[in-house]
């Protein structure tokens, strides 16, 4: 080798053995930065709760602050979700209402990490936990908030048995001391939605949909998560398996005090389940309200649009019912924006400042 080829490669190798103790370096301190950060919040959030118990409040779980969700292909790009912002509370269901393609599911899959946040933050006890987080960060919240997906057969692993699928959660996180106690663990999950401990050997091509949805269950429940999103757990099911799935769902909550975000877009299913309704279009909030108080007092033309197509069981009503059509009010790029507002008994809106007072008209007379 040349003198000039050694050179370079002792450049190499000297830059390699000093660089990597800086790159350590800088690991550690990224790290005890985001420790901190991660300290602090939970230090405000445990002082909110304690905040809101003396007062007699609800306890935030969940905070969805301006989020954006947009996808890029090349030049190309399309918002999917813009501006939303929530709070789910614990104990609470919360449903995420609108037609296909408003977005929906792509907020659901942003909790949980699938889709990333394109602008906006989401927290979970008073922890950011969108962006990069620091590994035992990540694994908590994929422990704490676990997603029901809506097709339980392309959800499932076909060359997995079910006590491999119901296990896997526990294998990653050794969840157990023993190979007794995860047994124990999947029978007893396995037992409470429903199914047999038999049905441990079998695969998921053997089962029915309701069936497969009910293993899907299972595999959240017993990771013992704080937070469920259920992507239309239902809608790929028969009517008469709907309502049992519903009354698992609730049987949970009560048992377990789990909270739900719940997307459908069927309003008369998100009325049996939910505490309140947040109703979706074209990726923006149109109207959030508790779900008697919207389903008394719908107050945005979409939300309208959404209750008129609820079918009913009378075909002779059915047959005269009248289909409302929404259709979107286009906004001045140089006028007032539309906003959405609380105009009181927690019922937010969306619309300008003559919408918003219309609104409050119709709700209260004003």
Known sequence: MSFMGQAILWGIL???????????????YMNKRMQARVAKEEKEYEEKVRAAEAAGGKQVLLSVQNLDVVFKQGKNSFKAVSDVSFDIYKGETLSLVGES????????????????????AIYFKGKQISGKLP???????????????QDPAASLNERATIEYIVSEGLY??????SEKERMAKVEKAINDVGLLPEHLTRYPH?????QRQRVGLARSIVMEPELIVA????????????????NLLKKFQRERGLTYLFIAHDLSIVRFISDRIVVIYKGRIMEVAETEELFQYPLHPYTKSLMSAIPIPDPILE???KLFVYEPREYAADGEQPQLVDIGNGHMVFGDSEEIAEYKKIRFGE
Request: aromatic letters at 8%.
């Open 319 to 321: 047959k005269k019912k």
């Open 135 to 149: 590994r035992w960060l990540d694994r908590e919240v994929i422990r704490k908030i676990q997603m029901v997906f």
């Open 101 to 120: 393609g408003s977005g929906k599911t792509t907020i659901g899959r942003a909790i949980v990490r699938i889709n990333p946040c394109s602008k906006g």
């Open 172 to 177: 990653n996180f050794h969840l157990f001391n």
């Open 231 to 246: 992507d239309e757990p239902i809608s790929a099911l028969d009517v008469s398996i709907r309502a049992q799935v519903l």
């Open 14 to 28: 000297i830059g390699a053995v000093i660089s990597i103790p800086i790159v350590i370096f800088i690991r550690i």
């Open 206 to 210: 053997e089962f029915s949909g309701g």
